[in-house]
């Protein structure tokens, strides 16, 4: 059973700050592709952001120039970090791990911006 271990969430202030950490086993790190999916209410999950083992990324739209993914290969983690986060970012998160026909899921964690 593969296992995503998350970290980070909860109630941020409009404008403030995120930083979100996934941690996977390293036979997984090392060659799949890492990312953050978000789920809104009434909405369907979405690709926030990517990242692949060379360490190129990939964001959704809403996010570019807000939020930041990246990986820590020595402790087999990747983060995501916004220094602006906003009210239309609040989902649940999950962290995603895929290769080929495999596709593992972190259990989510709630981010919620409001005042």
């Known amino acids: 059973q593969v296992r995503l271990v998350e970290s980070g969430g909860g109630l941020v202030q409009p404008g403030g700050s995120l930083r979100l950490s996934c941690t996977a086993p390293?036979?997984?790190?090392?060659?799949?592709?890492m990312g953050w999916y978000r789920q809104a209410p009434g909405k369907q999950r979405e690709l926030v952001a990517s990242?692949?083992?060379?360490?190129?990324?990939n964001y959704v739209n809403s996010v570019k120039g807000r939020f930041t993914i990246s990986r820590d290969n020595a402790n087999n983690t990747i983060y995501l970090i916004s220094n602006s986060i906003q009210p239309e970012d609040t989902a649940v998160y999950y962290c995603?791990?895929?290769?080929?026909?495999?596709?593992?899921w972190g259990q989510g964690t709630q981010v919620t911006v409001s005042s």
């Open positions: 995603n791990a895929r290769w080929w026909n495999n596709d593992y």
């Open positions: 390293g036979s997984i790190f090392r060659v799949y592709i």
């Open positions: 990242i692949n083992s060379g360490g190129s990324t």
